[in-house]
């Protein structure tokens, strides 16, 4: 059975800094494309980061780039988000997903974690 789990939301002021966890498990981990979405109540879900198979095969949303990263511990079935120079503008719940095919189609998502950005 396939589980992600997210931790490591919270709630900072901006200009602060949160690092996101997500451990997985249930498939292969390293054979798999990762990716951090949010989503705002009342929005659609939108693309945070992706990382692909390789170390060289990321992709960032305009919004966040040169602020978040994305990194992959593949000894440890874990994804991370960096989130730095946070704004009251990335305050979301905050997805961890896996894509079987690297196509854009999550096939799996985890419960959320929230992040909350006060000015």
């Known amino acids: 059975q396939v589980h992600l789990a997210e931790s490591g939301g919270g709630s900072v002021h901006a200009g602060g800094s949160l690092k996101l966890s997500c451990v997985v498990s249930g498939l292969p981990f390293a054979d798999y494309c990762l990716g951090w979405f949010r989503q705002v109540p009342g929005m659609e879900r939108e693309l945070g980061a992706i990382?692909?198979?390789?170390?060289?095969?990321?992709t960032y949303a305009d919004s966040v780039k040169g602020r978040f990263t994305i990194s992959k511990d593949n000894g440890r079935n874990t994804l991370f988000l960096q989130m730095n120079d946070l704004t009251p503008a990335d305050s979301a719940m905050y997805y961890c997903?896996?894509?079987?095919?690297?196509?854009?189609?999550?096939?799996?998502w985890g419960q959320g974690t929230q992040v909350t950005v006060s000015s």
């Open positions: 990382a692909g198979i390789d170390d060289d095969s990321i």
């Open positions: 997903a896996a894509d079987t095919f690297c196509n854009g189609d999550q096939d799996y």
